[in-house]
């Protein structure tokens, strides 16, 4: 296979997500880290919503960062104009391309919509940029209007298409039929933009990929509009485990560049949150803590060094013998199986009362010992 290439959006349809607002701090700390862990392309911002979107563009494209950089527009050339005025060289224009997208913005006039395509396309090309076209749900089009729509750009010299489940109704079965369909047809790349509005974003964007698609849309920690977008995390991480698919980015900063956008979004994450949650690699079970004492393998997919997390064992109220044992050992405190069932049993007890599991010092209380 072909390498996949990672165009990551969380300063455009991340920052879509409702409520987030990043300065220009923050998108310049989160260009600078995507690109130093290697992401290859990036899309920072739609130029077209005014001046101070636009300095944020311009001063990202100043960095001088290895990734390539694209800029978000509609079909129009005033908003290409505003893009090229911030010095990008690659742009990006989408239209919509289902019946009830083209009904509500265009009145169903689809002939003005692919003029729009065909005009602005023309004018970016003439410019010498690098152009991407997006099909705006494309996953609830008509498919032979999708196919036309997307060979007709192609024809008229648009570089790569993007496949947009916009409402993320797809699942990985029809992404991956419908994604086929048009890598077969077309001699210009895909791109996999999914939306996680049923929790299948990753999963799709890997059916995508693995129907031929080369290159696809993440954000860091899934932010972006509604449910969010494919995560970098999951992608990245999925891709490598899962389909052998090793992109080269740096995965041990994947923890650090998830907090340093969950704090610019303003929004703390689940714990439980794929790959970079706090509890990614948090054992408390008896049955799994025994298990990955003896061989971490056991309940882990894979090394938590590897994304920059730790491992963390912590005694709580589904914990058993072998965890508390340990943890007591690592304090010199040797218990017998009697005194070790009669600890745990308050352990569980003060567990459930607090609503969480024990601190070292609430144990070691427990045992009676002062610190
Ligand atoms: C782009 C933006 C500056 C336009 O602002 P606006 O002039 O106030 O217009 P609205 O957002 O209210 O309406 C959208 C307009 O774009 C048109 N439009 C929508 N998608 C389009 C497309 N792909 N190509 C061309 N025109 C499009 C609509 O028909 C409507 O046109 P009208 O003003 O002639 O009726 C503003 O929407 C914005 O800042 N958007 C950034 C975030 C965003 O919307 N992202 C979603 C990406 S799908
Ligand atoms: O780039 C495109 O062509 C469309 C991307 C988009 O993010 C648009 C949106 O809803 O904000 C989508 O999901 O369709």
Not at 145 to 156: I, N, R
Not at 241 to 249: A, T, Y
Not at 258 to 274: D, E, I, M, R
Not at 290 to 319: C, D, W
Request: hydrophobic residues 45%.
């Amino acid at each position: 296979m072909n390498q996949v290439v990672i165009n990551d959006t969380t300063l455009r349809d991340g920052e879509q997500a409702a409520g987030v607002a990043f300065n220009l701090e923050e998108k310049i700390a989160i260009a600078k880290f995507l690109d130093a862990i290697g992401v290859p392309e990036i899309e920072i911002g739609i130029a077209a919503m005014g001046a101070a979107e636009q300095q944020a563009i311009a001063t990202i494209v100043d960095l001088n960062l290895q990734a390539h950089l694209l800029g978000w527009n509609r079909a129009v050339i005033s908003d290409i104009q505003a893009s090229i005025a911030c010095g990008l060289k690659r742009v990006h224009i989408s239209i919509p391309v289902s019946a009830i997208q083209i009904g509500a913005k265009f009145q169903g006039n689809w002939q003005l919509v692919l003029q729009k395509l065909q005009d602005s396309l023309n004018f970016a090309l003439d410019q010498g940029l690098f152009v991407s076209v997006g099909g705006e749900d494309s996953s609830r089009a008509d498919e032979q209007f999708l196919l036309d729509t997307v060979l007709a750009a192609q024809e008229w010299g648009a570089s790569r298409f993007r496949f947009c489940d916009t409402v993320g109704i797809l699942d990985p079965f029809t992404t991956h039929d419908k994604v086929k369909k048009l890598v077969t047809s077309l001699s210009i790349p895909v791109e996999m933009h999914t939306h996680n509005d049923f929790g299948l974003a990753t999963a799709n964007a890997l059916a995508g990929i693995k129907a031929g698609a080369l290159s696809v849309n993440t954000t860091v920690n899934g932010l972006g509009e509604r449910a969010g977008n494919a995560a970098l995390e999951e992608v990245v991480m999925a891709l490598k485990h899962l389909s052998k698919i090793d992109l080269g980015i740096d995965t041990r900063r994947l923890l650090e560049i998830s907090q340093l956008v969950a704090t610019a979004s303003g929004y703390n994450l689940p714990p439980w949150k794929a790959i970079v949650g706090e509890n990614t690699f948090a054992h408390e079970s008896g049955i799994h803590a025994h298990g990955v004492m003896q061989n971490p393998h056991t309940y882990e997919p894979f090394a938590p060094e590897e994304i920059g997390q730790e491992r963390r064992l912590v005694v709580g109220k589904h914990s058993g013998r072998h965890l508390l044992s340990n943890v007591l050992q690592q304090h010199g405190i040797i218990l017998n199986s009697e005194e070790t069932q009669s600890v745990l049993n308050a352990v569980r007890q003060e567990s459930t009362q607090k609503k969480r599991s024990l601190t070292t010092q609430e144990l070691l209380s427990l045992v009676g010992v002062k610190q």
